[in-house]
């Protein structure tokens, strides 16, 4: 996909921060442009719905991509962007138990020693660590590797239900 | 864990790639996949940090600034584990 202009949602670290660059992004609607001559993968940042799983965070913001746009596998990449709105509603807790729950029910339908492993693990770590758990747990009791793109998948249309998020 | 997902790097795998990714040379695949690990893995996070932390401190340090004598012992220290290579 390319295009010019995209409204998609961005995870960042507390205080609207970059998880992995540790850049601070400006709250006041401001244009954040990717180096010049930045190579794939090096611009800016962006999830559709559907990526959202893969990405989870402290902050979720609504943000505009500005193109050339280029849709990944599990991201969007534009050459700027900015922040829009932060989604208020996003609650690391009911989501980390709604995973909770989930590698409860594989535990329930398919009881095994690695699945109650995963289930105790789940309610020790946080949101993106338990997500991750319940992946993969949907792997083991499923016992095939597309049930981890299937979970995230459903983790993903978890978050675009509870938060009321919409592509535009 | 990471054997239920294959294609999932391990924290090792990360250990090995981290200067290649602050680098900017990760491939784009790898790049995703790296990032993707960061998500849900804190040590790895950690690890991140003070690399860039060390080689941000690293770049401020002028040769001409160490003392001579610890100039020595480092060189010393250098020489040894080259030779035992």
């Given at each position: 996909?390319?295009?010019?202009?995209?409204?998609?949602?961005?995870?960042?670290?507390?205080?609207?921060?970059?998880?992995?660059?540790?850049?601070?992004?400006?709250?006041?609607?401001?244009?954040?442009?990717?180096?010049?001559?930045?190579?794939?993968?090096?611009?800016?940042?962006?999830?559709?719905?559907?990526?959202?799983?893969?990405?989870?965070?402290?902050?979720?913001?609504?943000?505009?991509?500005?193109?050339?746009?280029?849709?990944?596998?599990?991201?969007?990449?534009?050459?700027?962007?900015?922040?829009l709105d932060r989604i208020a509603a996003w609650d690391p807790e009911a989501f980390r138990q709604a995973c909770v729950e989930r590698i409860a029910g594989f535990h329930a339908e398919t009881p095994s020693a690695e699945l109650s492993d995963y289930l105790a693990l789940a309610k020790t770590v946080d949101a993106p660590i338990a997500s991750f758990v319940a992946a993969v747990a949907a792997v083991a009791a499923r016992g095939a590797r597309s049930a981890f793109e299937e979970e995230r998948a459903r983790q993903s249309g978890w978050l675009a239900r509870a938060l009321q998020l919409r592509e535009e | 864990m990471s054997a239920r997902v294959p294609d999932q790097p391990t924290c090792r795998q990360i250990v090995e790639l981290v200067t290649d990714y602050l680098e900017g040379k990760l491939p784009l695949r790898e790049r995703t996949l790296f990032e993707q690990h960061l998500v849900y893995c804190d040590w790895c996070r950690v690890y991140l940090e003070q690399m860039r932390q060390t080689i941000r401190a690293a770049g401020e340090v002028p040769e001409e600034a160490l003392d001579p004598e610890r100039r020595e012992e480092l060189l010393q220290v250098f020489r040894r584990w080259k030779a035992k290579k």
């Amino acid at each position: 996909m390319e295009g010019e202009e995209v409204i998609a949602f961005k995870w960042l670290a507390k205080g609207a921060v970059a998880p992995f660059t540790g850049f601070r992004w400006p709250v006041n609607g401001s244009w954040v442009s990717a180096p010049p001559g930045a190579t794939d993968g090096l611009g800016v940042h962006a999830c559709r719905i559907a990526h959202l799983a893969f990405w989870v965070g402290e902050e979720l913001w609504r943000v505009e991509l500005q193109g050339p746009i280029v849709e990944r596998e599990t991201q969007l990449e534009g050459s700027s962007g900015r922040l829009l709105d932060r989604i208020a509603a996003w609650d690391p807790e009911a989501f980390r138990q709604a995973c909770v729950e989930r590698i409860a029910g594989f535990h329930a339908e398919t009881p095994s020693a690695e699945l109650s492993d995963y289930l105790a693990l789940a309610k020790t770590v946080d949101a993106p660590i338990a997500s991750f758990v319940a992946a993969v747990a949907a792997v083991a009791a499923r016992g095939a590797r597309s049930a981890f793109e299937e979970e995230r998948a459903r983790q993903s249309g978890w978050l675009a239900r509870a938060l009321q998020l919409r592509e535009e | 864990m990471s054997a239920r997902v294959p294609d999932q790097p391990t924290c090792r795998q990360i250990v090995e790639l981290v200067t290649d990714y602050l680098e900017g040379k990760l491939p784009l695949r790898e790049r995703t996949l790296f990032e993707q690990h960061l998500v849900y893995c804190d040590w790895c996070r950690v690890y991140l940090e003070q690399m860039r932390q060390t080689i941000r401190a690293a770049g401020e340090v002028p040769e001409e600034a160490l003392d001579p004598e610890r100039r020595e012992e480092l060189l010393q220290v250098f020489r040894r584990w080259k030779a035992k290579k």
